[in-house]
T-cell receptor, first 122, second 106 residues
Framework: EVQLMQSGAVVKKPGESLKISCKAS????????IGWVRQMPGKGLEWMGI????????IYSPSFQGQVTLSADKSNSTAYLQWSSLKPSDSAMYYC???????????????WGRGTLITVSS | AIQMTQSPSSLSASVGDRVTITCRAS??????LGWYQQKPGKAPKVLIY???SLQSGVPSRFSGSRSGADFTLTINSLQPEDSATYYC?????????FGQGTKVEV
């Protein structure tokens, strides 16, 4: 089955580090970019960035550049989103999603993980 | 960054109605836009990509169109299971940007 399996919900304290995962199965991991999307409680979707699994080349939204790091491990078909120092404002649901390339110009998210809920509180 | 202005923010309609949701891009984005449906507590799901291409497995009552920088998602013959929040997403330029969302109540 083609799917993205995300790591479980986490509760962290401000200042702590965190790395969440998104494991792909059922397709060739290297062939598709993986994106990350944030959804704060009761709010809309925010595009954080995308990572290319073959070399972990990443493109970030300016809103998240320097705040998070995207990476990928080809050997276990897993993408990662990490923070070095969490803030309470990082509390949100985080989704990973696979990028499908419909045409050279048209990309979209065709497969989504179920999300990882991050709570940052002292 | 390209701004996507989505309207309305919410709407209520009856079973069988036709509803339209619009996204206006702050600049030209060709056809590089998709529509996503998100039900409460669930991950989003793509409905339309490339402005008007229906994703495999999505009911044909969903359709997308473009007129210049304005994009429309149309739901014909609205069904109870269409209650959800709908988002547009432009992929023309980085950062990709979502519209603010439209909550549809059936």
């Amino acid at each position: 089955e083609v799917q993205l399996m995300q790591s479980g919900a986490v509760v962290k304290k401000p200042g702590e580090s965190l790395k969440i995962s998104c494991k792909a199965s059922g397709y060739t991991f290297n062939n598709h970019w993986i994106g990350w999307v944030r959804q704060m409680p009761g709010k809309g979707l925010e595009w954080m960035g995308i990572v290319y699994p073959r070399d972990s080349y990443s493109i970030y939204s300016p809103s998240f550049q320097g705040q998070v790091t995207l990476s990928a491990d080809k050997s276990n078909s897993t993408a990662y989103l990490q923070w070095s120092s969490l803030k309470p404002s990082d509390s949100a649901m985080y989704y990973c999603a696979r990028v499908e390339v419909a045409t050279v110009e048209s990309w979209y998210f065709d497969l989504w993980g179920r999300g990882t809920l991050i709570t940052v509180s002292s | 960054a390209i701004q996507m202005t989505q309207s309305p923010s919410s709407l209520s309609a009856s079973v069988g109605d036709r509803v339209t949701i619009t996204c206006r891009a702050s600049q030209g984005i060709r056809n590089d836009l998709g529509w996503y449906q998100q039900k409460p507590g669930k991950a989003p799901k793509v409905l339309i990509y490339d402005a008007s291409s229906l994703q495999s497995g999505v009911p044909s009552r969903f359709s997308g169109s473009r007129s210049g920088a304005d994009f429309t998602l149309t739901i014909n013959s609205l069904q109870p299971e269409d209650s959800a929040t709908y988002y547009c997403l432009q992929d023309y330029d980085y950062p990709w940007t979502f519209g603010q969302g439209t909550k549809v109540e059936v």
